[in-house]
T-cell receptor
């Protein structure tokens, strides 16, 4: 069993819809949770970062962490065609070691105009 | 400001050939990383360098070697390429080891035939 599980999709939704992307994990020591966005043929870029449980909002994006269920989510409101990309969740147990960031396999998202 | 630059962008090798992937960052970051990305597998860490002069193995180091040439440059060498090393390779850097925001290059698409 992988430490981090992510549905690969593809997920296709109409423009303006609310998108929900999710990851589950097995390591209860994870404390740092990230979402990266990766456009086709580009490198990943950090989108959201949260520590421990709770919500964090940044514009149209909301990251949610439920440590009791070992479940994290990224919500995109008013989705735009420019949001079409692969979204990777990532998590780490130790702030002192970025080498131990574990990435999910990514969910490919397509926003239809 | 170029960020993280990788060369080459594409490469085709024959089994048994060797090559070096180059990476340079201009953000004065201390830590640098090499990942590979395969379908369904997410990003897997090959090697990392927490600071100039140090390198350590990641999750999948077999068949690779690295050199941290100076603070800016971190190269990845395949001594005897195998078809299993066909992948997209990403170099990344962060301010320091433990800083969860890693900045990625655009990737090198390597095919070994």
């Amino acid at each position: 069993q992988k430490e981090v599980e992510q549905d690969p999709g593809p997920l296709s939704v109409p423009e303006g819809a609310i998108v929900s992307l999710n990851c589950t994990y097995s390591n209860s020591a994870f404390q740092y949770f990230m979402w990266y966005r990766q456009y086709s043929r580009k490198g990943p870029e950090l989108l959201m970062y949260t520590y421990s449980s709770g919500n964090k909002e940044d514009g149209r994006f909301t990251a949610q962490v439920d440590k009791s269920s070992k479940y994290i989510s990224l919500f995109i409101r008013d989705s735009q065609p420019s949001d079409s990309a692969t979204y990777l969740c990532a998590m780490s147990a130790e702030y002192s070691s970025a080498s131990k960031i574990i990435f999910g396999s990514g969910t490919r998202l397509s926003i239809r105009p | 400001n170029a960020g993280v630059t990788q060369t080459p962008k594409f490469q085709v090798l024959k089994t048994g050939q060797s090559m070096t992937l180059q990476c340079a960052q201009d953000m004065n970051h201390n830590s640098m990383y090499w990942y590979r990305q395969d379908p369904g597998m997410g990003l897997r860490l090959i090697y990392y360098s927490a600071s100039e002069g140090t390198t350590d193995k990641g999750e999948v180091p077999n068949g690779y070697n690295v050199s941290r040439l100076n603070k800016r440059e971190f190269s990845l060498r395949l001594e005897s390429a195998a078809p299993s090393q066909t992948s997209v390779y990403f170099c990344a850097s962060s301010v320091k080891q433990g800083n969860t925001e890693a900045f990625f290059g655009q990737g090198t698409r390597l095919t070994v035939v």
